[in-house]
């Protein structure tokens, strides 16, 4: 049985052989991660180890064999033999591709050949490079007009998800225009939301709008039925800045332009 998160108690097969596994919950892109299987023998001698992703053997230990540590090739696993062994797997340069459910499989040698297996699910996360982007239509507006703006996430995976605040208040739902997730090669996403925003007495304040786009990346892990847990969380922000031109004769025009762009990356 593999479990969602990889904690919890160990399997058991019912002869005195126990089984834990330990899995990341998520990594990020490029990184290395390990992996733990924990088992007691009670006594008996140790013939294998096995891990496999999902269904397919990609490593195993078997400490009477030469080598002990044989992996297969399998798109998404790099095995780090130096840093792997009975007890430990250590898997290099992950992508994409090594999101799976794990599994490690103990078995004991003769006379009980009693085995047992446990694992849990390792997501893997691509961190945006570039913070979002503010788009609009025109550059110069008169006073109770509508700027129609979008906002565009960088790639990243899984998507971002996108708030617009205008002067640092949480932009109303029916100002919105949601667009469907655009996806690239390799599972990368981008999202856009759009922004419908009318220069009245409301939004205009002293003569300027404080117009600010976040995109955050928050993976969603789950420890059990009911409780969420967001360990990192990856936030970007795009600012504009809506001010008064100084044409005197015509006091009712707004010049739009891109005040400022902040990125900030909290982890």
Known sequence: MVRRNG????????????????????????????????????????????WYRENEEFYRYVPKSDPQKTSYVVDGIKVDHLHSNSRQLTLRDITLKTTANYRCEVSAEAPSFASAQDGGRMEVIYLPKDGPYITGDKSIYQFGDTINLNCTSAKSYPASSLHWYINNISAREESLKRYPAQKHPRGLMTTTLGLHLPLDAETVLNGAVRVRCVALLSPVLWTGDNEKVLPRQDKREALLLVTGSSNVCNPNRVVVFLFLLLIHVFF
């Open 7 to 50: 904690c919890g108690n160990k399997r058991s097969s019912g002869d005195g052989l126990t089984v834990k596994a330990v899995v990341p919950r998520y990594k990020v892109r490029g990184e290395t991660a390990v992996l733990r299987c924990d088992f007691e023998l009670e006594g008996a001698l140790l013939y294998a180890v096995k």
